[in-house]
């Protein structure tokens, strides 16, 4: 099969892959594309994901003007790593990347003219809504794609996983990994591409970034991150603040996700006093923006058309 022409296996010329240093000095890697006459947007990625990535979407946002900035977080990608096992996705306390996502985007919000939006990915989508909830960032728009509203624990109830987490947080601990991620299965392999993506171009793109840079590349979250995750999403879910939250926001979700729970997403969307939410069906897995073309196509279209209306050029 030969490489669609439209993925990118190089990084995009005129890119800046650069540093950024958090307040406590933690190096994160960042990368800037685009001459920003239509604005600035900041891309958040989602757990286990690199800039690498998503180099397609950065491309598309920056052919429209928008100079595109994005960063790998604290422990994951090419900004380091919270355990000893360099494949494991660790954090002590979800708080943490929120306070490095206000930070940075205090650095960012000095850079270049015009609307400042933000687009959040899964993990990322929940902690971008927490922290606009909580003050830490004020975009002028802001897009949620696949949130991570809620996890979807598929035939186990949330009770039930919780238990089970607290159970293996004491046998494994906090920073064991909380399976196993053989990616030398074909079959297993099959199975993750199906969680994510129905383009099996996309998947073999991320595939082919993690085999040539090895060192960007994470696995399964650990004990810990599960943990926070549940506490999380629950304590956002629960926060009064949602419904205050007054930043124009764009959901996309999928009801077929097998990751985030599109129940959660729903619930919070409808507390949201100035939200668009669109949710597509089983033509879209989990990665919305690396979906196959009819899919991400549209997405694209959805979310230009948004930041057209509610946050236009200056």
């Known amino acids: 099969m030969q490489a669609n022409p439209s993925l990118f296996r190089s990084w995009p010329p005129g890119g800046i892959l650069d540093r950024w240093v958090a307040p406590d000095g933690w190096t994160h890697r960042m990368f800037t594309l685009g001459d920003g006459s239509r604005g600035q947007m900041l891309m958040i990625a989602g757990r286990g994901d690199m ?19 994005t960063f790998d977080w604290r422990g994951q990608g090419g ?11 660790h954090v002590q306390d979800f708080g943490q990347w929120v306070a490095d996502l206000g930070a940075f985007a205090a650095d ?14 899964s993990m990322g989508g929940f902690l ?15 897009v949620l794609t696949a949130p991570m509203l809620g ?31 053989n990616e030398a299965s074909a079959a297993r392999l099959r199975a993750r591409q199906r969680r994510l993506t129905h383009s099996l171009e996309r998947h073999d793109d991320e595939l082919w970034w993690r085999r040539t840079a090895p060192d960007i590349s994470l696995g399964a979250p650990s004990w810990g991150w ?29 009801d077929a996700d097998q990751l985030v729970c599109p129940h959660a997403i729903r619930r919070i969307a409808a507390r949201l006093p100035d939200v668009a939410f669109h949710a597509y069906g089983a033509e879209a897995a989990h990665e919305i923006l690396r979906e196959a ?14 930041w057209d209306a509610r946050a236009p050029a200056t």
């Not at 800039?51 to 900035?69: D, N, P």
């Not at 900004?79 to 996705?89: A, E, F, I, Q």
């Not at 971008?128 to 802001?142: H, S």
Request: hydrophobic residues 50%.
């Open 128 to 142: 971008l809504l927490r922290a606009m909830a909580e003050g830490v960032v004020r975009p002028d728009a802001a």
């Open 108 to 121: 960012w919000e000095t850079r270049g003219s015009g609307p400042h939006v933000m687009l959040g990915h």
């Open 79 to 89: 900004s380091g790593r919270l355990t000893d096992d360099p494949t494991v996705g």
């Open 151 to 181: 996890l979807n624990g598929g035939m186990i109830p949330r009770w039930l996983a919780r238990i089970i987490v607290a159970v293996m947080l004491k046998i494994a601990g906090p920073t064991g990994a909380a399976w196993t991620q």
């Open 293 to 306: 073309d009819p899919v991400r196509l549209d997405a694209l279209a959805r979310i230009d058309a948004f």
């Open 226 to 254: 599960l943990d926070q995750a549940y506490r999380a999403t629950a304590a956002l879910e629960a926060d009064t603040r949602i419904a205050a939250m007054a930043v124009p926001t764009l959901i996309l979700s999928t």
């Open 51 to 69: 800039i690498e990535k998503y180099l397609e979407a950065v491309m598309h946002f920056a052919t429209r003007g928008w100079a595109v900035t």
